[in-house]
């Protein structure tokens, strides 16, 4: 069954004095007696306006998005130059490994994040041995595809708090001298990294994952030997390359993310229309439906 929803919203501003009309059309399969999204066929943006269609800031947006695009297209994302800093892992999800440490981060966290030598640290390291996250079969991506997606949003502050803690634990490592063991550390911290960018979760995941492939690759930059293998000059070029990727994905998240004066309706929408972006897409629409409903939440 094919059905078209269409939303009408507010007057954006006073240059596009007309309702502004979101259109949706689904596609609904019937399964054991229950009507279930398949997929959306079409969304389709309507607007009125007086004066000149992009204005001047929204072009200049629009322009900017689609320059980062081209450079992010050629740069390569996510890369796969850290693959050469990574130990050959295991078979398998770390699933089991991330439902453990949702448990134990709710006794394990303090005011100054977790600690170092607690339980958490190694189980987050011993999932990043794995040579799949499975990230996506406990968390949902950056929104969620089903309204009855019983699945949590990711916690980023854990991972984040986790991530520092390991680090942590390698430093005090090597002033054991056991550099091996922190190295090994580093690699794992570079290999969640991995994880997460190897998931189509979106936006978040592919920009949490390179801030965490960088982390590892920092470290690994400054403990590798300059003959080694993989060398020193690897690990600094998976950090830069990391460090660019990062700045163009915020430069282009900026652009369709950027609400006032509308600035970004013009990009937002190339967002949105953008077809098997896993990244940028869902951002678009988010961006639309704020754009769309910002006027009337202000009346209200």
Not at 269 to 275: P, Y
């Amino acid at each position: 069954m094919r059905t078209t929803l269409r939303f009408t919203g507010p007057v954006l501003a006073p240059q596009y004095p007309g309702l502004s009309v979101l259109s949706l059309t689904l596609l609904w399969v019937m399964d054991d007696n229950k009507w279930w999204l398949e997929r959306p066929l079409e969304i389709g943006y309507t607007v009125t306006t007086q004066s000149a269609y992009p204005t001047p800031l929204q072009e200049e947006s629009a322009q900017r998005f689609l320059a980062t695009l081209g450079i992010l297209d050629k740069l390569g994302l996510p890369g796969n130059e850290d693959l050469q800093l990574l130990d050959p892992p295991d078979q398998g999800t770390a699933v089991e490994q991330y439902k453990d440490l949702d448990n134990l981060y709710k006794s394990e966290k303090g005011r100054e994040g977790v600690d170092p030598a607690g339980r958490g640290v190694q189980v987050l390291l011993k999932a990043a041995t794995k040579n799949r996250g499975g990230l996506l079969q406990v968390y949902h991506e950056d929104f969620k595809i089903q309204p009855d997606d019983t699945r949590k949003p990711v916690p980023w502050e854990m991972f984040k708090d986790y991530v520092d803690a390991s680090i942590k634990h390698a430093k005090f490592l090597e002033k054991r001298e056991k550099i091996k063991q922190a190295e090994t550390i580093y690699r794992r911290v570079t290999a969640v990294g991995r994880q997460f960018l190897d998931e189509p979760g979106g936006f978040q995941f592919m920009n949490w994952g390179l801030l965490f492939q960088k982390q590892g690759a920092q470290e690994l930059a400054r403990i590798l030997p300059s003959n080694g293998k993989p060398s020193k000059q690897t690990a600094k070029n998976v950090v830069n390359l990391a460090s660019r990727r990062i700045d163009l994905l915020q430069t282009a998240f900026g652009c369709i993310d950027d609400m006032a004066d509308y600035r970004s309706l013009k990009a937002a929408i190339i967002a949105a229309e953008r077809q098997n972006d896993r990244i940028f897409n869902a951002w678009g629409i988010n961006t639309l439906a704020i754009l769309c409903t910002e006027r009337r939440s202000r009346q209200s």
